[in-house]
């Protein structure tokens, strides 16, 4: 059996990312302070999403406020999308990176343009209905304070990672079957496993194949995928281990990556 027969599990009821912040982080475990270091100097592919100008990154259509251009993350991270590739070599794939440490104020001009968008897509819905909706897509720094492990977002630690397919011989990126930050039900991970269960697609589609294929290589070297959004995973940070909890797998009872402010230039 190959990653491209293993259905991505399908959940209508997953936590969401305003379900994390009351997991402990243990700012005494020795990876606490595991350095910041760019994915791309040690080979692994990617261009920062949001950093973009060319008006290639929808729904932005240009630089979001706030974006750094390097690909940040934990340093064991690198070494992890080192062995996804790896393993992604046979299938003739190799990863590519979207986005990964993101400054806080990158993080609070996602959540002001989302809950524009949803404001004008849900017109009758009130605040508290609102945060809800894009809290599932994300993360609220609107409380951040670098002192309370309860405002911290995922991507502020440097152990959530966005990423997508890339064909190793043409460089073109894989058919995930919507573009990043589509923040949509498409977006979701079980997405074509709904239509291939309902009968709409066969199981050959290149769209539901792809994306069993980055979740299961991911996966099988020890990253979580927060089921609302197919590029995104986690690597102990308190997303990873909601979702572990949630998941059914052995528990953890802390997270080991906490905040770390921008790097130095």
Request: proline fraction near 6%.
């Amino acid at each position: 059996m190959t990653a491209y027969d293993c259905p991505i599990p399908m959940h209508k009821s997953a936590p969401t990312a305003g379900n994390y912040h009351d997991i402990p982080i243990d700012a005494r475990d020795p990876r606490y302070a595991e350095p910041l270091v760019d994915a791309r100097a040690y080979g692994i592919a990617g261009e920062n999403y949001y950093a973009r100008t060319d008006a290639r990154n929808p729904p932005y259509r240009e630089a979001v406020p706030g974006a750094v251009r390097d690909l940040w993350c934990r340093e064991s991270l690198v070494d992890m999308l080192f062995a996804v590739n790896e393993r992604l070599a046979e299938y003739g794939a190799e990863v590519y990176v979207w986005d990964a440490y993101r400054p806080v104020a990158c993080q609070q001009a996602l959540w002001d343009f989302f809950w524009e968008r949803f404001r004008r897509e849900m017109p009758h819905a009130g605040d508290a209905e609102l945060a809800e909706h894009v809290r599932r897509y994300v993360s609220d720094p609107r409380r951040f304070d670098r002192n309370d492990r309860r405002t911290w977002p995922a991507h502020a630690t440097g152990a959530a990672v966005d990423l997508t397919l890339r064909d190793l011989r043409t460089r073109e990126l894989l058919d995930m079957g919507t573009h990043f930050d589509d923040m949509s039900a498409v977006s979701h991970s079980d997405y074509f496993e709904q239509l291939l269960h309902g009968g709409r697609i066969a199981d050959d589609d290149a769209r539901l194949r792809n994306r069993r294929l980055l979740h299961w290589a991911m996966q099988a070297q020890g990253f979580i995928n927060y089921s609302y959004e197919c590029w995104h995973f986690d690597f102990g940070d308190q997303m990873y281990v909601m979702m572990r909890n949630y998941l059914g797998g052995d528990p953890a009872p802390a997270a080991w990556y906490g905040y770390v402010p921008v790097p130095a230039a």
